[in-house]
């Protein structure tokens, strides 16, 4: 019992310090000395090397999430789900929730993995195992066919833009929990989540804009959008004069 307790120290204090400052700026000795422990070569003794020890604590996190999602997607199926695009979103956003040790605690695992997908991508990708991302990869496949009227480009680029989007807000929202002070009470408030489910359905079905299908649109050389901006800018102005 006592080795699972010091392994476990050591896997919440780097998962800590790797949430703060990234993987590349924590050193070996200062999880060790986080953790409580003395000697450097325990973090050796219970993961051989630093790299396996994030593996772990991707995979920690990632399966408790995966899990949670195929929970609600198997009962959203057996309700005849899913029904509405909301459905599978709640069902993105609701499992990275509350990932502390208590019901309802936070913690830092949003963090850390958002920034070691940044820094260390091919890393994530080989800790996930093609496993624990199952219920992500599920509500995927919901929102395509919950979507044939948006051109399949257009779709593919918005889902990169809701991964990056789930991601920055729910890091801000663990972030403003593990500080306290307004900002928890902000995102403690019932409407918040709500609101912010609100924003992703509408920035997976709106419509495109004149501009983007415009620029869909094969050609030679299509006009920089800066310039476009600008020059649209100085016609208003003249206009205005």
């Given amino acids: 019992m006592k080795g699972d307790e010091t392994r476990d120290r050591i896997k919440l204090a780097a998962r800590r310090l790797f949430a703060e400052r990234g993987v590349d700026g924590v050193p070996i ?45 198997e009962a959203m199926a057996r309700d005849g789900g899913p029904k509405n695009l909301r459905e599978v979103i709640e069902i993105l956003v609701w499992p990275s929730i509350g990932l502390g040790e208590a019901d309802g605690e936070e913690d830092t695992y949003l963090r850390f993995v958002v920034s070691l997908t940044m820094n260390h991508r091919q890393l994530f990708l080989e800790a996930l195992e ?44 663990e972030a403003a929990f593990d500080r306290g002070g307004r900002g928890r009470e902000f995102w403690a408030a019932r409407e918040t989540m709500s609101n912010f489910i609100d924003t992703v ?41």
Avoid at 29 to 40: D, H, K, P, S, T
Avoid at 151 to 162: H, I, K, S, T
Avoid at 224 to 241: K, Q
């Fill in 201 to 241: 359905q509408a920035l997976l079905e709106s419509s495109t804009s004149p501009t983007t299908e415009m620029e869909r649109q094969p050609a030679t050389a299509l006009p920089n959008p800066l310039e476009a901006i600008l020059t649209r800018s100085m016609l208003a102005g003249a206009s205005a004069d």
């Fill in 29 to 73: 000795r200062e999880i060790v000395a986080a953790a409580g422990q003395r000697n450097v070569g325990s973090l050796h003794y219970y993961f051989r090397t630093k790299e396996a020890l994030v593996r772990e604590l991707v995979a920690d996190g990632a399966k408790l999430i995966n899990d949670r999602r195929l929970v609600m997607l």
């Fill in 130 to 173: 093609d496993r624990w991302n199952s219920g992500y990869q599920q509500c995927i496949a919901h929102i395509k066919s919950l979507l044939p009227d948006v051109p399949m480009p257009v779709l593919n680029q918005r889902l990169v833009f809701m991964g990056l989007y789930l991601g920055a807000v729910m890091t801000a929202r």
